[in-house]
């Protein structure tokens, strides 16, 4: 039930846009998206309900595509604090309340 | 408003020793989970609590992991006895609405098992 994002691992410098897609096999009823800095906790970004809304604040805004059971992240203007691991979680319509993380990428904002 | 509280914030135990962590979540928030995450993975679901009762513990080794949620504030998680494949960082975290809403998370335990 794991959800599965690309890319793994993205490098940008700092200005430049990056996406991040989060692919489920299950049927969503929501999407969250979390950002984890190395040996911290993971922090709340947004939650996208089933409807195919889109989201954002500042420069970080992401989609839920209900039909492909699918979510992208869209980090644009990127800045130096954006670095850190990005975790999809993903909770299914079958009513169990678990929200499954993906595999995370790895966004790294250079200079 | 206060966030999710844990502690310890490290443990090192050795293989086949016990060892409790702690969580008390933000106050109001009656759903409480439990997550392991090891190096390099995204957090996995080990329990989930909605206030002093278990909603979904299909995921906690029961042989060796145990949880309890007592007056649906604090609460514990026990690994008895630990193996080395247990190391990884415990994360409490809490909602205040299952399914609509963001989950906020503790800073963790890291546990490193010898």
């Known amino acids: 039930q794991q959800p599965v994002q690309s890319p793994q691992a993205v490098i940008l410098r700092e200005g430049e846009d990056a996406v991040i897609n989060c692919s489920s096999s299950?049927?969503?009823?929501?999407v969250h998206w979390y950002r984890q800095k190395h040996g911290e906790a993971p922090i709340f970004l947004m939650i996208?309900?089933?409807?195919?809304e889109q989201k954002g604040h500042d420069k970080i805004s992401a989609s839920f595509n209900e039909k492909k059971q699918q979510s992208s992240l869209y980090l644009t203007a990127s800045q130096l604090s954006y670095s850190g691991t990005y975790f999809c979680?993903?909770?299914?319509?079958?009513?169990?309340?678990?929200?499954?993380f993906g595999t995370g990428t790895r966004l790294t904002v250079i200079p | 408003e206060a966030g999710v509280a844990q502690s310890p914030r490290y443990k090192i135990i050795e293989k086949r020793q016990s060892v409790a962590f702690w969580c008390n979540p933000i106050?109001?928030?009656?759903?409480l989970y439990w997550y392991q995450q090891i190096l390099g993975q995204g957090p996995k679901l080990l329990i989930q609590?909605?206030?002093?009762?278990?909603?979904?513990d299909s995921q906690l080794p029961k042989d060796r992991f145990s949880a309890e949620r007592l007056k649906g504030v604090d609460s514990t998680l026990k690994i008895q006895p630990a193996k080395l494949e247990d190391s990884a960082v415990y994360l409490c975290?809490?909602?205040?609405?299952?399914?609509?809403?963001?989950?906020?998370f503790g800073s963790g335990t890291r546990l490193t098992v010898v």
């Open positions: 609590f909605q206030n002093n009762g278990v909603v979904d």
């Open positions: 975290a809490s909602t205040e609405n299952r399914g609509a809403a963001g989950y906020t």
């Open positions: 979680g993903t909770l299914d319509q079958t009513g169990a309340n678990n929200l499954f």
């Open positions: 299950k049927a969503l009823y929501s």
């Open positions: 996208l309900l089933k409807g195919g």
């Open positions: 106050s109001g928030h009656a759903t």
